[in-house]
T-cell receptor
Framework: DAGVTQSPTHLIKTRGQQVTLRCSPI?????VSWYQQVLGQGPQFIFQ???????GRGNFPDRFSARQFPNYSSELNVNALLLGDSALYLC?????????????FGPGTRLTVT | AQKITQTQPGMFVQEKEAVTLDCTYD???????LFWYKQPSSGEMIFLIY??????QNATEGRYSLNFQKARKSANLVISASQLGDSAMYFC?????????????FGKGTKLTVNP
């Protein structure tokens, strides 16, 4: 089975622009989580979605939004980009997203804001 | 709030030797899980090993073992017989529950370099 896939691999945007990142979970997984990893830090939780509903949200501004589609794929949107949004964005999928489910990570999208 | 502390920004080890990467955690939850991930320069987080708070024995997965000391709130990763391919960032993480959702809380990581 294919693992978690993310697109694009790399992205360069200008301050003030908007960006959409995409994630396809492992087949059969219904939960998708998004993490932001800035250089030199560990990943930080942004969102968790399960069955198209937002289940959890980290400490990020409203410029960050996400959604999950009926096929369980997900998009992360970031509006009004700031230089500080430059990071590796990781998507993780799990069966249920609860009860100790293991999270499987994708390769990430490297976003550079200039 | 849950917190993971990794105090070693970088570690060096000779090929074929063992190395221990430190991790301490803080939580008030009686039930929790601890993870170790490897992150090569490509960026993908690779799951290595998991320890549940109620597990009686320390977890082992091949060359990886987790030295779990609950009273000290530590969950150190031991890599035996280091290989050049083990050079990477290593992250300790804790599963944290948050109002019906679960997330992983990560430490800042340790960069491991294996020398030939």
């Amino acid at each position: 089975d294919a693992g978690v896939t993310q697109s694009p691999t790399h992205l360069i945007k200008t301050r003030g622009q908007q960006v959409t990142l995409r994630c396809s979970p492992i087949s059969g997984h219904k939960s998708v989580s998004w993490y932001q990893q800035v250089l030199g830090q560990g990943p930080q939780f942004i969102f968790q979605y399960y069955e198209k509903e937002e289940r959890g949200r980290g400490n990020f501004p409203d410029r960050f939004s996400a959604r999950q589609f009926p096929n369980y794929s997900s998009e992360l949107n970031v509006n009004a980009l700031l230089l500080g949004d430059s990071a590796l964005y990781l998507c993780a999928s799990s069966h249920l997203g609860w009860g100790g489910d293991e999270q499987y990570f994708g390769p990430g999208t490297r976003l550079t804001v200039t | 709030a849950q917190k993971i502390t990794q105090t070693q920004p970088g570690m060096f080890v000779q090929e074929k030797e063992a190395v221990t990467l430190d991790c301490t955690y803080d939580t008030s939850d009686p039930s929790y899980g601890l993870f170790w991930y490897k992150q090569p320069s490509s960026g993908e987080m690779i799951f290595l090993i998991y320890q549940g708070s109620y597990d009686q024995q320390n977890a082992t997965e091949g060359r990886y073992s987790l030295n779990f000391q609950k009273a000290r709130k530590s969950a150190n990763l031991v890599i035996s017989a280091s290989q050049l391919g083990d050079s990477a960032m290593y992250f300790c993480a804790m599963r944290a529950s948050q109002g019906g959702s679960e997330k992983l809380v990560f430490g800042k990581g340790t960069k491991l370099t294996v020398n030939p």
